[in-house]
Protein backbone atom coordinates (compact mmCIF):
# COMPACT_ATOMS: atom_id res chain seq x y z
CA UNK A 1 0.00 0.00 0.00
CA UNK A 2 2.81 2.56 0.62
CA UNK A 3 3.52 2.12 -3.03
CA UNK A 4 0.20 2.63 -3.75
CA UNK A 5 0.47 6.18 -2.10
CA UNK A 6 3.68 6.94 -3.46
CA UNK A 7 2.25 6.77 -6.97
CA UNK A 8 -1.28 8.01 -6.46
CA UNK A 9 0.52 11.72 -5.73
CA UNK A 10 3.47 11.44 -7.55
CA UNK A 11 2.21 14.30 -9.63
CA UNK A 12 0.89 17.60 -7.54
CA UNK A 13 -0.23 20.63 -9.16
CA UNK A 14 -2.86 23.32 -9.36
CA UNK A 15 -5.05 22.71 -12.22
CA UNK A 16 -6.56 25.42 -14.33
CA UNK A 17 -9.43 25.34 -16.69
CA UNK A 18 -8.59 24.60 -20.02
CA UNK A 19 -7.35 28.02 -21.35
CA UNK A 20 -5.82 29.43 -24.38
CA UNK A 21 -2.24 27.54 -25.59
CA UNK A 22 0.50 29.78 -24.88
CA UNK A 23 3.67 30.35 -26.78
CA UNK A 24 5.70 27.35 -26.22
CA UNK A 25 8.68 26.18 -28.47
CA UNK A 26 7.64 24.77 -31.93
CA UNK A 27 8.05 21.02 -30.85
CA UNK A 28 6.04 21.40 -27.70
CA UNK A 29 3.22 22.67 -29.70
CA UNK A 30 3.14 20.32 -32.18
CA UNK A 31 2.85 17.58 -29.51
CA UNK A 32 -0.03 18.94 -27.81
CA UNK A 33 -1.54 19.72 -31.07
CA UNK A 34 -0.94 15.87 -31.75
CA UNK A 35 -2.94 15.53 -28.82
CA UNK A 36 -5.62 17.34 -29.41
CA UNK A 37 -5.03 21.04 -28.17
CA UNK A 38 -6.66 22.80 -31.32
CA UNK A 39 -10.16 20.72 -31.27
CA UNK A 40 -10.10 20.77 -27.30
CA UNK A 41 -13.06 23.44 -26.90
CA UNK A 42 -15.37 21.03 -29.02
CA UNK A 43 -14.83 18.18 -25.89
CA UNK A 44 -17.90 18.07 -23.37
CA UNK A 45 -16.70 16.03 -21.10
CA UNK A 46 -14.11 13.44 -20.64
CA UNK A 47 -14.71 9.93 -18.36
CA UNK A 48 -11.94 7.70 -17.24
CA UNK A 49 -10.44 5.21 -14.18
CA UNK A 50 -7.16 5.83 -13.58
CA UNK A 51 -5.35 2.45 -12.36
CA UNK A 52 -2.55 1.40 -9.90
CA UNK A 53 -1.76 -1.94 -10.94
CA UNK A 54 -0.70 -4.53 -7.91
CA UNK A 55 -1.96 -2.32 -5.62
CA UNK A 56 -5.90 -2.85 -5.82
CA UNK A 57 -6.74 0.84 -6.23
CA UNK A 58 -8.37 2.90 -8.79
CA UNK A 59 -10.65 5.65 -9.24
CA UNK A 60 -13.15 7.08 -11.52
CA UNK A 61 -13.60 10.13 -12.85
CA UNK A 62 -15.75 12.24 -15.69
CA UNK A 63 -14.18 16.01 -15.98
CA UNK A 64 -16.46 18.47 -17.61
CA UNK A 65 -13.95 21.04 -18.78
CA UNK A 66 -15.95 24.29 -19.79
CA UNK A 67 -17.41 24.49 -16.29
CA UNK A 68 -14.35 22.54 -14.53
CA UNK A 69 -16.72 20.33 -12.76
CA UNK A 70 -15.65 17.08 -11.86
CA UNK A 71 -17.52 13.86 -10.15
CA UNK A 72 -15.64 11.19 -8.65
CA UNK A 73 -16.52 7.77 -7.61
CA UNK A 74 -13.63 5.43 -5.70
CA UNK A 75 -13.47 4.93 -1.92
CA UNK A 76 -13.33 7.36 0.98
CA UNK A 77 -10.67 8.20 3.60
CA UNK A 78 -12.05 5.21 5.12
CA UNK A 79 -12.00 2.75 2.45
CA UNK A 80 -15.92 2.65 1.51
CA UNK A 81 -17.17 3.51 -1.89
CA UNK A 82 -18.57 6.88 -2.31
CA UNK A 83 -19.31 8.94 -5.40
CA UNK A 84 -19.13 12.64 -5.32
CA UNK A 85 -19.47 15.71 -7.76
CA UNK A 86 -18.64 19.00 -7.13
CA UNK A 87 -17.30 22.15 -8.65
CA UNK A 88 -13.41 22.77 -8.46
CA UNK A 89 -14.40 26.67 -8.43
CA UNK A 90 -16.58 26.06 -5.36
CA UNK A 91 -13.34 23.77 -3.51
CA UNK A 92 -13.54 25.60 -0.55
CA UNK A 93 -16.86 25.01 0.55
CA UNK A 94 -16.22 21.06 0.30
CA UNK A 95 -16.30 18.61 2.68
CA UNK A 96 -12.47 17.76 3.98
CA UNK A 97 -12.33 14.38 2.08
CA UNK A 98 -13.17 16.46 -1.43
CA UNK A 99 -10.38 19.56 -0.48
CA UNK A 100 -7.17 16.79 0.83
CA UNK A 101 -8.28 13.35 -0.49
CA UNK A 102 -10.50 13.44 -3.68
CA UNK A 103 -9.33 17.14 -5.74
CA UNK A 104 -5.67 16.41 -4.97
CA UNK A 105 -6.53 12.74 -6.73
CA UNK A 106 -8.08 14.28 -9.59
CA UNK A 107 -5.25 16.61 -10.24
CA UNK A 108 -3.28 13.64 -10.17
CA UNK A 109 -5.23 11.46 -12.33
CA UNK A 110 -5.91 13.74 -14.76
CA UNK A 111 -2.34 15.12 -14.94
CA UNK A 112 -0.84 11.49 -16.19
CA UNK A 113 -4.05 11.75 -18.65
CA UNK A 114 -3.30 15.09 -20.49
CA UNK A 115 -0.24 16.33 -19.59
CA UNK A 116 0.68 16.98 -23.31
CA UNK A 117 -1.76 19.37 -23.02
CA UNK A 118 -0.69 21.08 -19.87
CA UNK A 119 2.48 21.68 -21.36
CA UNK A 120 0.24 24.07 -23.69
CA UNK A 121 -2.17 25.27 -21.01
CA UNK A 122 -0.71 25.93 -17.88
CA UNK A 123 2.25 29.14 -18.49
CA UNK A 124 5.11 26.68 -17.43
CA UNK A 125 8.69 27.19 -18.66
CA UNK A 126 8.98 24.59 -21.45
CA UNK A 127 11.98 24.26 -23.74
CA UNK A 128 13.43 22.05 -26.45
CA UNK A 129 16.60 20.19 -25.62
CA UNK A 130 16.75 18.69 -28.87
CA UNK A 131 17.55 14.81 -29.53
CA UNK A 132 18.10 13.26 -26.23
CA UNK A 133 19.19 9.56 -25.19
CA UNK A 134 15.83 8.18 -23.10
CA UNK A 135 16.03 6.55 -19.83
CA UNK A 136 14.30 3.82 -20.33
CA UNK A 137 14.74 2.53 -23.62
CA UNK A 138 18.15 4.45 -24.16
CA UNK A 139 17.33 5.49 -27.90
CA UNK A 140 16.90 9.51 -29.16
CA UNK A 141 13.75 11.21 -28.77
CA UNK A 142 13.46 14.71 -28.65
CA UNK A 143 13.86 16.47 -25.26
CA UNK A 144 10.77 18.69 -24.42
CA UNK A 145 11.37 20.07 -20.54
CA UNK A 146 8.45 21.70 -18.43
CA UNK A 147 9.38 23.04 -15.73
CA UNK A 148 6.53 24.64 -13.17
CA UNK A 149 6.95 28.07 -10.92
CA UNK A 150 8.16 27.77 -7.29
CA UNK A 151 4.70 27.59 -5.75
CA UNK A 152 1.78 25.45 -5.75
CA UNK A 153 1.43 21.46 -4.84
CA UNK A 154 4.91 21.12 -6.59
CA UNK A 155 7.11 23.89 -6.80
CA UNK A 156 9.55 24.06 -9.06
CA UNK A 157 9.01 20.71 -10.09
CA UNK A 158 10.55 19.40 -13.89
CA UNK A 159 9.08 17.35 -16.33
CA UNK A 160 10.69 16.12 -18.99
CA UNK A 161 8.96 14.77 -22.30
CA UNK A 162 10.50 12.75 -24.74
CA UNK A 163 8.97 12.68 -27.80
CA UNK A 164 9.07 10.51 -31.17
CA UNK A 165 9.32 11.68 -35.00
CA UNK A 166 4.84 11.13 -35.17
CA UNK A 167 4.83 14.09 -31.86
CA UNK A 168 3.87 11.54 -29.24
CA UNK A 169 5.29 11.15 -25.79
CA UNK A 170 7.55 8.04 -25.41
CA UNK A 171 9.05 8.34 -22.17
CA UNK A 172 8.55 11.03 -19.39
CA UNK A 173 10.92 11.88 -16.38
CA UNK A 174 9.27 13.80 -13.08
CA UNK A 175 11.80 15.32 -11.25
CA UNK A 176 10.70 16.62 -7.56
CA UNK A 177 12.09 20.02 -6.73
CA UNK A 178 11.48 19.83 -2.79
CA UNK A 179 12.00 16.44 -1.40
CA UNK A 180 8.12 15.26 0.32
CA UNK A 181 8.47 12.55 3.02
CA UNK A 182 6.95 9.00 0.92
CA UNK A 183 6.53 10.24 -2.02
CA UNK A 184 9.26 10.01 -4.86
CA UNK A 185 12.10 12.30 -6.51
CA UNK A 186 12.47 10.84 -9.59
CA UNK A 187 9.82 8.96 -11.76
CA UNK A 188 10.61 7.72 -15.35
CA UNK A 189 7.56 6.21 -17.02
CA UNK A 190 6.40 4.86 -20.53
CA UNK A 191 4.10 6.31 -22.70
CA UNK A 192 2.40 3.46 -24.84
CA UNK A 193 -1.29 1.66 -25.54
CA UNK A 194 -1.97 5.12 -27.08
CA UNK A 195 -6.25 5.13 -28.10
CA UNK A 196 -8.19 7.75 -29.81
CA UNK A 197 -11.78 9.05 -28.62
CA UNK A 198 -13.04 12.03 -30.27
CA UNK A 199 -10.36 15.00 -31.14
CA UNK A 200 -8.09 13.88 -28.24
CA UNK A 201 -5.78 11.32 -28.14
CA UNK A 202 -4.97 9.59 -25.06
CA UNK A 203 -1.72 7.11 -24.18
CA UNK A 204 -3.19 4.21 -21.73
CA UNK A 205 -0.22 2.47 -20.57
CA UNK A 206 2.61 4.11 -18.19
CA UNK A 207 4.75 1.05 -16.89
CA UNK A 208 7.89 2.65 -15.33
CA UNK A 209 9.87 3.29 -12.43
CA UNK A 210 9.54 5.96 -9.19
CA UNK A 211 12.79 5.99 -7.23
CA UNK A 212 14.10 3.15 -9.02
CA UNK A 213 11.20 0.73 -7.90
CA UNK A 214 8.56 -0.45 -10.30
CA UNK A 215 5.50 0.65 -10.84
CA UNK A 216 2.59 0.63 -13.47
CA UNK A 217 -0.13 3.00 -14.33
CA UNK A 218 -3.23 2.52 -16.96
CA UNK A 219 -6.51 3.84 -17.42
CA UNK A 220 -9.51 2.05 -18.71
CA UNK A 221 -12.78 2.51 -19.78
CA UNK A 222 -11.60 6.41 -21.51
CA UNK A 223 -14.10 8.05 -23.43
CA UNK A 224 -15.04 11.43 -24.86
CA UNK A 225 -18.55 13.37 -25.12
CA UNK A 226 -18.14 16.14 -27.45
CA UNK A 227 -20.20 19.31 -27.88
CA UNK A 228 -23.50 18.13 -29.86
CA UNK A 229 -24.06 14.49 -28.79
CA UNK A 230 -25.27 13.13 -26.07
CA UNK A 231 -22.84 10.35 -26.62
CA UNK A 232 -19.67 8.73 -25.16
CA UNK A 233 -17.05 8.12 -27.64
CA UNK A 234 -15.01 5.47 -26.67
CA UNK A 235 -11.20 5.18 -26.68
CA UNK A 236 -9.94 2.67 -29.27
Known amino acids: MKTARVMSLALLLSLPVA ?20 SFGQVEAIRYTWNLDGANLSRTWVWEPKTDTVTYEGKDKEGKPTKVTYQRSQID ?6 KKMIDPGFVNDQYWLLLPLHVAWDGAT ?3 DGMQEMPIAKTKARRIV ?39 DLV ?11 PLLFSTEHPGTADGKPFRIYFSDVAVKVKGSKDWISAH
Open 19 to 38: SHAQQIPAAAEQMAKTFGLD
Open 93 to 98: SQSDDV
Open 126 to 128: VTD
Open 146 to 184: VKYAPSGYSPGDTWELYVGADNRVEEMTYHRAVPVPKYP
Open 188 to 198: NATWTGYKKAG
